[in-house]
Protein backbone atom coordinates (compact mmCIF):
# COMPACT_ATOMS: atom_id res chain seq x y z
CA UNK A 1 0.00 0.00 0.00
CA UNK A 2 1.09 3.84 -0.59
CA UNK A 3 2.37 5.61 2.20
CA UNK A 4 -0.69 7.43 3.30
CA UNK A 5 -2.49 8.04 6.49
CA UNK A 6 -5.66 9.77 7.50
CA UNK A 7 -6.31 11.06 11.06
CA UNK A 8 -8.45 11.13 12.83
CA UNK A 9 -10.06 7.90 11.23
CA UNK A 10 -12.87 8.31 13.45
CA UNK A 11 -14.39 11.50 14.64
CA UNK A 12 -18.03 12.50 16.73
CA UNK A 13 -18.53 16.39 16.92
CA UNK A 14 -21.55 18.58 17.33
CA UNK A 15 -22.96 21.33 14.58
CA UNK A 16 -21.43 24.46 14.64
CA UNK A 17 -18.07 23.20 15.44
CA UNK A 18 -14.58 23.30 13.89
CA UNK A 19 -13.08 20.49 12.44
CA UNK A 20 -9.46 19.21 10.35
CA UNK A 21 -8.95 15.94 8.68
CA UNK A 22 -5.20 15.58 8.26
CA UNK A 23 -3.93 13.19 5.03
CA UNK A 24 -0.46 12.57 5.65
CA UNK A 25 1.73 10.84 2.80
CA UNK A 26 5.38 9.43 2.71
CA UNK A 27 5.27 8.59 -1.11
CA UNK A 28 6.31 12.23 -2.53
CA UNK A 29 3.20 12.86 -4.83
CA UNK A 30 2.28 16.01 -6.29
CA UNK A 31 -1.14 15.20 -6.45
CA UNK A 32 -3.25 15.15 -3.40
CA UNK A 33 -7.32 15.30 -3.14
CA UNK A 34 -10.19 15.26 -0.86
CA UNK A 35 -13.70 13.06 -1.52
CA UNK A 36 -16.42 12.59 0.57
CA UNK A 37 -18.29 8.95 0.03
CA UNK A 38 -22.05 9.59 0.74
CA UNK A 39 -24.68 6.24 -0.37
CA UNK A 40 -25.87 6.79 -3.76
CA UNK A 41 -23.59 9.57 -4.44
CA UNK A 42 -19.92 7.52 -5.05
CA UNK A 43 -17.44 9.93 -4.66
CA UNK A 44 -17.19 13.47 -4.94
CA UNK A 45 -14.31 15.55 -5.38
CA UNK A 46 -13.98 18.02 -2.37
CA UNK A 47 -10.99 19.76 -3.19
CA UNK A 48 -7.43 19.10 -4.58
CA UNK A 49 -3.83 20.07 -4.58
CA UNK A 50 -1.35 20.34 -7.54
CA UNK A 51 1.76 21.21 -5.60
CA UNK A 52 2.71 22.76 -2.26
CA UNK A 53 -0.04 25.91 -1.65
CA UNK A 54 -1.72 25.44 -5.45
CA UNK A 55 -5.03 23.97 -4.35
CA UNK A 56 -7.94 24.32 -6.57
CA UNK A 57 -12.12 23.71 -6.34
CA UNK A 58 -13.75 20.00 -7.00
CA UNK A 59 -17.74 19.78 -7.27
CA UNK A 60 -18.25 19.96 -3.21
CA UNK A 61 -16.44 22.68 -2.09
CA UNK A 62 -19.26 25.09 -0.08
CA UNK A 63 -18.21 24.39 3.80
CA UNK A 64 -14.62 23.69 3.30
CA UNK A 65 -11.37 25.03 2.98
CA UNK A 66 -7.93 23.16 2.39
CA UNK A 67 -4.18 23.82 2.72
CA UNK A 68 -1.26 22.22 1.83
CA UNK A 69 2.16 24.02 3.18
CA UNK A 70 4.10 20.56 2.81
CA UNK A 71 4.48 17.79 0.16
CA UNK A 72 3.22 15.73 2.38
CA UNK A 73 0.51 17.18 3.86
CA UNK A 74 -3.10 18.02 2.57
CA UNK A 75 -5.52 19.32 5.28
CA UNK A 76 -9.21 19.59 5.29
CA UNK A 77 -11.32 22.04 7.56
CA UNK A 78 -14.91 22.40 8.04
CA UNK A 79 -14.92 25.84 9.53
CA UNK A 80 -18.56 24.86 10.91
CA UNK A 81 -19.71 21.56 10.47
CA UNK A 82 -23.46 20.88 9.70
CA UNK A 83 -25.08 17.63 9.58
CA UNK A 84 -24.74 17.55 6.00
CA UNK A 85 -21.10 16.99 6.16
CA UNK A 86 -21.39 13.83 7.79
CA UNK A 87 -19.69 11.41 5.83
CA UNK A 88 -16.77 9.61 5.04
CA UNK A 89 -13.78 11.57 3.98
CA UNK A 90 -10.72 9.55 1.89
CA UNK A 91 -7.84 11.38 1.14
CA UNK A 92 -6.19 10.08 -2.07
CA UNK A 93 -2.66 10.98 -3.61
CA UNK A 94 -1.31 10.74 -7.38
CA UNK A 95 2.04 11.12 -9.07
CA UNK A 96 0.69 13.29 -11.55
CA UNK A 97 -2.20 13.50 -14.30
CA UNK A 98 -0.29 11.06 -16.57
CA UNK A 99 0.30 8.00 -14.02
CA UNK A 100 -3.60 7.90 -13.62
CA UNK A 101 -3.90 5.70 -10.63
CA UNK A 102 -4.91 7.39 -7.25
CA UNK A 103 -4.00 5.53 -3.83
CA UNK A 104 -6.29 5.89 -1.48
CA UNK A 105 -6.18 6.84 2.19
CA UNK A 106 -8.05 4.69 4.91
CA UNK A 107 -10.68 7.22 5.49
CA UNK A 108 -12.16 9.56 8.34
CA UNK A 109 -15.71 8.77 9.22
CA UNK A 110 -17.17 11.73 10.54
CA UNK A 111 -20.36 12.03 12.81
CA UNK A 112 -21.81 15.86 13.03
CA UNK A 113 -24.35 15.98 15.67
CA UNK B 1 -17.41 20.63 -15.83
CA UNK B 2 -17.25 16.62 -16.24
CA UNK B 3 -20.40 14.35 -15.14
CA UNK B 4 -20.21 10.86 -14.71
CA UNK B 5 -23.70 8.55 -14.81
CA UNK B 6 -22.91 4.86 -13.66
CA UNK B 7 -25.54 2.01 -14.05
CA UNK B 8 -26.95 0.01 -12.60
CA UNK B 9 -26.77 1.05 -9.02
CA UNK B 10 -26.73 -2.70 -8.11
CA UNK B 11 -26.20 -5.88 -10.06
CA UNK B 12 -26.85 -9.60 -8.48
CA UNK B 13 -25.24 -12.15 -10.42
CA UNK B 14 -25.03 -16.30 -10.43
CA UNK B 15 -21.55 -17.47 -9.78
CA UNK B 16 -19.98 -17.96 -13.08
CA UNK B 17 -22.14 -15.53 -14.72
CA UNK B 18 -21.21 -12.17 -16.80
CA UNK B 19 -21.33 -8.52 -15.28
CA UNK B 20 -20.95 -5.52 -16.76
CA UNK B 21 -21.45 -1.58 -15.61
CA UNK B 22 -21.79 0.70 -18.07
CA UNK B 23 -21.04 5.02 -17.43
CA UNK B 24 -21.58 7.55 -19.92
CA UNK B 25 -19.32 10.65 -19.56
CA UNK B 26 -19.99 14.44 -20.17
CA UNK B 27 -16.75 15.75 -20.91
CA UNK B 28 -15.68 14.93 -24.94
CA UNK B 29 -12.16 16.03 -23.83
CA UNK B 30 -11.90 13.52 -21.37
CA UNK B 31 -8.74 11.02 -21.59
CA UNK B 32 -8.59 8.74 -18.85
CA UNK B 33 -11.08 6.12 -17.58
CA UNK B 34 -10.02 4.00 -14.51
CA UNK B 35 -12.68 1.84 -12.78
CA UNK B 36 -12.31 1.17 -8.85
CA UNK B 37 -12.95 -1.89 -6.66
CA UNK B 38 -14.08 -0.85 -2.91
CA UNK B 39 -14.71 -3.91 -0.79
CA UNK B 40 -17.19 -3.32 2.47
CA UNK B 41 -14.82 -1.82 5.05
CA UNK B 42 -11.81 -1.08 2.75
CA UNK B 43 -10.35 1.63 0.47
CA UNK B 44 -11.13 1.92 -3.25
CA UNK B 45 -8.29 0.18 -5.31
CA UNK B 46 -7.94 0.72 -9.06
CA UNK B 47 -8.56 -2.17 -10.58
CA UNK B 48 -8.20 -1.45 -14.56
CA UNK B 49 -8.00 1.46 -16.68
CA UNK B 50 -8.47 2.71 -20.50
CA UNK B 51 -6.96 5.69 -22.05
CA UNK B 52 -8.76 7.44 -24.76
CA UNK B 53 -6.31 6.29 -27.52
CA UNK B 54 -7.37 2.67 -27.01
CA UNK B 55 -10.90 1.33 -27.28
CA UNK B 56 -10.60 -1.90 -25.54
CA UNK B 57 -8.38 -3.49 -22.61
CA UNK B 58 -8.51 -6.77 -21.00
CA UNK B 59 -6.45 -8.40 -17.85
CA UNK B 60 -7.71 -11.61 -17.08
CA UNK B 61 -11.36 -11.89 -15.94
CA UNK B 62 -12.12 -7.55 -16.01
CA UNK B 63 -12.23 -6.02 -19.33
CA UNK B 64 -12.90 -2.54 -20.38
CA UNK B 65 -14.56 -1.12 -23.84
CA UNK B 66 -15.04 2.53 -24.45
CA UNK B 67 -16.94 4.81 -26.87
CA UNK B 68 -15.79 8.01 -27.59
CA UNK B 69 -18.41 9.00 -30.12
CA UNK B 70 -20.97 7.72 -27.68
CA UNK B 71 -18.58 9.05 -24.80
CA UNK B 72 -19.62 6.15 -22.52
CA UNK B 73 -17.41 3.03 -21.26
CA UNK B 74 -18.28 -0.32 -19.38
CA UNK B 75 -16.88 -2.50 -17.44
CA UNK B 76 -17.13 -6.29 -18.24
CA UNK B 77 -16.14 -9.29 -15.29
CA UNK B 78 -16.45 -12.81 -16.89
CA UNK B 79 -17.13 -15.91 -14.71
CA UNK B 80 -17.76 -14.14 -11.85
CA UNK B 81 -16.56 -15.25 -8.43
CA UNK B 82 -17.97 -14.46 -5.05
CA UNK B 83 -14.97 -12.68 -3.92
CA UNK B 84 -16.15 -10.08 -6.96
CA UNK B 85 -19.13 -8.56 -4.56
CA UNK B 86 -17.91 -5.23 -3.81
CA UNK B 87 -18.73 -1.60 -5.56
CA UNK B 88 -17.00 -0.75 -8.30
CA UNK B 89 -16.85 2.71 -9.32
CA UNK B 90 -16.01 4.16 -12.57
CA UNK B 91 -14.41 7.54 -13.13
CA UNK B 92 -13.32 10.04 -15.64
CA UNK B 93 -10.58 12.74 -16.04
CA UNK B 94 -10.33 15.65 -18.25
CA UNK B 95 -6.69 17.72 -18.15
CA UNK B 96 -7.43 21.21 -16.80
CA UNK B 97 -5.80 24.24 -17.54
CA UNK B 98 -3.05 22.92 -15.04
CA UNK B 99 -3.17 19.70 -16.36
CA UNK B 100 -3.88 18.33 -13.03
CA UNK B 101 -6.04 15.53 -14.03
CA UNK B 102 -8.95 16.15 -11.73
CA UNK B 103 -10.86 12.95 -11.39
CA UNK B 104 -14.47 12.44 -11.46
CA UNK B 105 -16.50 9.62 -10.28
CA UNK B 106 -19.80 8.23 -11.04
CA UNK B 107 -22.11 6.88 -8.30
CA UNK B 108 -20.90 3.60 -7.96
CA UNK B 109 -22.53 0.21 -8.21
CA UNK B 110 -23.13 -2.44 -5.64
CA UNK B 111 -22.13 -6.04 -7.05
CA UNK B 112 -23.21 -9.24 -5.17
CA UNK B 113 -22.23 -12.27 -6.65
CA UNK B 114 -24.36 -15.13 -5.34
CA UNK B 115 -22.68 -18.92 -4.83
Known amino acids: DAGITQSPRHKVTETGTPVTLRCHQT?????MYWYRQDPGHGLRLIHY???????DKGEVSDGYSVSRSKTEDFLLTLESATSSQTSVYFC????????????FGEGSRLTVL | GENVEQHPSTLSVQEGDSAVIKCTYSDSASNYFPWYKQELGKRPQLIID?????GEKKDQRIAVTLNKTAKHFSLHITETQPEDSAVYFC??????????????FGQGTTLQVKP
Open chain 2, 91 to 104: AATTPGSSNTGKLI
Open chain 1, 49 to 55: SYGVKDT
Open chain 1, 92 to 103: AIAGGPSTGELF
Open chain 2, 50 to 54: IRSNV
Open chain 1, 27 to 31: ENHRY
